[in-house]
C-alpha cells in the first residue's frame, strides 16, 4: 500500500475542516460571513482565518476559523481587525490576542496526528448531519 503525500494529507484536513466550519455555523444549509454579515448557502462561503493559515499552531483552532464570504475573507484580507473585535465579543475579552500568541508557536504535527483530526471533523460532521 502506498503511503500518502504529507500534503496530501493536509489538503484533506483543509477541505474537511472548512467544510465543518462552514457547516456548524449554517442553519437550513445558509451560513453568516462572520465579519460582515451577508448570507449564503455554506457551499458559496468560505473558511476565514483570524490568524493566518501558515501558522500550524491556530490552522485548525475552531475559534480562529469562522466563516466569511470571498469579499472579506480574500478581497479584504480577512477582514483581520473586524475579526479580532467580533472574537473579543463572541469568546471574552482577550480571545484575539491570545490566538494571536498562540500563532507564534512552532507546532509540528506528525502525519499521524493529521490523520486523527481527519477522524476527528469527519465523525464531527456527521454529528451535524
Same mark, same amino acid.
Not at 500500500?1 to 500518502?4: E, L, Y
Not at 490568524?51 to 501558515?54: A, I, P, V
Given at each position: 500500500?502506498?503511503?500518502?503525500s504529507?500534503?496530501n $494529507?493536509?489538503?484533506q484536513?483543509d477541505?474537511i475542516?472548512?467544510?465543518? $466550519?462552514?457547516?456548524? +455555523?449554517?442553519?437550513?444549509d445558509i451560513?453568516?460571513c462572520y465579519t460582515c454579515?451577508r448570507?449564503?448557502?455554506y457551499?458559496?462561503l468560505?473558511?476565514g482565518?483570524f490568524?493566518?493559515?501558515?501558522n500550524?499552531?491556530?490552522?485548525? +483552532?475552531? $475559534?480562529?476559523c469562522? #466563516?466569511?464570504c470571498y469579499s472579506c475573507? #480574500?478581497?479584504?484580507y480577512?477582514?483581520q481587525?473586524?475579526?479580532?473585535l467580533k472574537?473579543d #465579543?463572541?469568546?471574552?475579552?482577550g480571545?484575539a490576542?491570545e490566538?494571536?500568541?498562540?500563532? +507564534?508557536?512552532?507546532?509540528?504535527?506528525?502525519?499521524?496526528d493529521?490523520?486523527?483530526k481527519?477522524? $476527528?471533523?469527519?465523525?464531527?460532521l456527521?454529528?451535524?448531519?
Open positions: 500500500m502506498r503511503t500518502r504529507r500534503k $494529507i493536509v489538503k484536513l477541505t475542516f472548512s467544510l465543518f $466550519i462552514r457547516k456548524r +455555523n449554517s442553519k437550513n451560513a453568516k454579515g448570507t449564503d448557502h457551499k458559496k468560505q473558511c482565518h490568524m493566518s493559515r501558515k500550524y499552531a491556530t490552522r485548525w +483552532n475552531e $475559534i480562529n469562522q #466563516v466569511q475573507n #480574500v478581497m479584504r480577512g477582514e481587525f473586524k475579526f479580532g472574537l #465579543v463572541d469568546y471574552g475579552k480571545c490576542e490566538l494571536q500568541l498562540e500563532s +507564534n508557536k512552532i507546532v509540528k504535527f506528525s502525519n499521524d493529521l490523520l486523527q481527519i477522524d $476527528i471533523y469527519k465523525n464531527k456527521l454529528e451535524l448531519e
